[in-house]
């Protein structure tokens, strides 16, 4: 069974202070990994997929990356604006099923 | 650029009713996944349909039942609502079959009292 597992849980920062968010994935045959971003009581922002071991995506203050085994998510001088639950997801094998890690929490302070 | 559209936004039943909620995707995308999200927890996919076919099936109770019709929109259906039912439930389509993509609906409320 696929299993994902985000850490931390939750993650304070001052406004500018860089940090990595990171995706522990284990599944058989992955064919993506996704970045959400999650504000509450909405539904989940895509951010990125990642196919390969290696690969890196950009997107304004956000930059992922992707190894086998896990996927960080790294935040350059964030703002308060950044503060939201960040979802790692994974579809392996020839499902279309997705599997969703439970998400950190991020609190920008200004 | 258009969304995801989810209707009702918020609804309230009692135990032992049905439901349905309706799912619009984006324009031109041809599949349509439902996610179960609690409080506090992380999606749960539910099920997905391609091409108004179903495409794979996750921890979805044997009392909800989903279609998707000849215009792509998507109908979840839930009977015999238990308390435990209540829930955010989110919609996400994407184009094609193994795209990989999906972008997500508002999502609808449901309470259970």
């Known amino acids: 069974e696929d299993q994902v597992t985000q850490s931390p849980e939750a993650l304070r920062l001052q406004e500018g202070e860089s940090s990595s968010l990171n995706c522990s994935y284990t599944?058989?045959?992955?064919?993506?990994l996704f970045w959400y971003r999650q504000d509450p009581g909405k539904g989940p922002e895509f951010l990125f997929t990642?196919?390969?071991a290696g690969e890196e995506k950009e997107k304004e203050r956000l930059k992922a990356t992707l190894t086998k085994k896990e996927s960080f998510l790294h935040i350059t001088a964030p703002k308060p604006e950044d503060s939201a639950t960040y979802l790692c997801?994974?579809?392996?094998?020839?499902?279309?099923?997705?599997?969703f890690g439970t998400g950190t929490k991020l609190q920008v302070i200004p | 650029a258009a969304g995801v559209i989810q209707s009702p936004r918020h609804l309230i039943k009692e135990k032992r009713e049905t439901a349905t909620l309706k799912c619009y995707p984006i324009p031109r995308h041809d599949t349509v996944y439902w996610y179960q999200q609690g409080p506090g927890q992380d999606p749960q996919f539910l099920i997905s349909?391609?091409?108004?076919?179903?495409?794979d099936k996750g921890s979805i109770p044997d009392r909800f039942s989903a279609q998707q019709f000849s215009d792509y929109h998507s109908e979840l259906n839930m009977s015999s609502l238990e308390l435990g039912d209540s829930a955010l439930y989110f919609c996400a389509s994407s184009l094609g079959g193994q795209t990989y993509e999906q972008y997500f609906g508002p999502g609808t409320r449901l309470t259970v009292t």
């Open positions: 997801a994974v579809q392996a094998g020839g499902y279309q099923k997705v599997t």
């Open positions: 599944v058989s045959g992955l064919r993506g």
């Open positions: 990642l196919y390969s």
């Open positions: 349909f391609y091409e108004k076919m179903q495409s």
